[in-house]
């Protein structure tokens, strides 16, 4: 198709243009619109019967998304060992008042997200690495959430040939709301990871949530 699909009110203004949804944009819209089923959802086939919800832990993407909700564990991401801090599995509303969220992304109030707890965790880093990639090039989506006045911050990560490089870092408070991220990428290294590293800031207002991490191939 030709038309544009976002065309501006004021003549003679130009604005960033896609001609056709991306694959993520499109899978998204299915989801909310009950198209098909939230990725790791239990699906029943009859009153008797369900289908078990299959986690991704391939290491080998394809061009189709894989959405992780973590309402099934971390789909293959793993927890590292070089920090001080896990990334905790939550859903509905954290602990402390006026910081983190009150549901996931798609404001279900039991929908999974993880985050970082941060009373009596100070200063503190945790890091979430993904299953390991050849390279080339991919568009990392993620929604995150960064609310309290003491927040700290959340960087966007790969890792290649032992070094670590930050695609995008977002600091301080963002306000109660998610907020989605999508980054293209090339890596010209035989493989590479993706990370998530979140920090901790000064006090208990500094909670931070990730949500539907997803990996596919190609750009954004």
């Known amino acids: 198709r030709r038309k544009v699909t976002i065309e501006t009110l004021q003549p003679g203004v130009t604005i ?59 789909c293959g991401w793993t927890q590292s060992t070089t920090d001080d801090l896990n990334w905790t599995d939550g859903h509905g509303r954290t602990p402390s008042g006026n910081t983190g969220p009150s549901a996931d992304h798609y404001g279900s109030t039991s929908g999974h997200y993880l985050y970082l707890e941060a009373s009596s ?61 999508r980054l293209s990428i090339n890596s010209h290294a035989p493989t590479f990871q993706f990370e998530m590293e979140g920090h901790t800031g000064s006090g208990y207002h500094s909670d931070i949530a990730i949500d539907d991490l997803s990996v596919t191939h190609g750009h954004c």
């Open 121 to 181: 965790h100070y200063q503190k880093t945790a890091k979430l690495d993904s299953p390991v990639y050849p390279g080339g090039q991919y568009c990392l989506s993620a929604y995150f959430h960064m609310y309290g006045q003491q927040t700290g911050y959340l960087a966007f990560n790969i890792i290649q040939a032992g070094h670590k490089y930050t695609l995008k870092k977002y600091v301080g408070n963002h306000g109660n709301r998610w907020l989605h991220m």
């Open 16 to 74: 960033g243009q896609r001609v056709r949804l991306s694959e993520i944009d499109a899978k998204e819209i299915q989801i909310r619109y009950g198209c098909i089923p939230r990725p790791g959802s239990v699906q029943t086939n009859s009153p008797h019967q369900t289908t078990a919800p299959q986690p991704v832990h391939s290491t080998a993407p394809t061009n189709q998304a894989s959405v992780c909700t973590f309402d099934h564990g971390l």
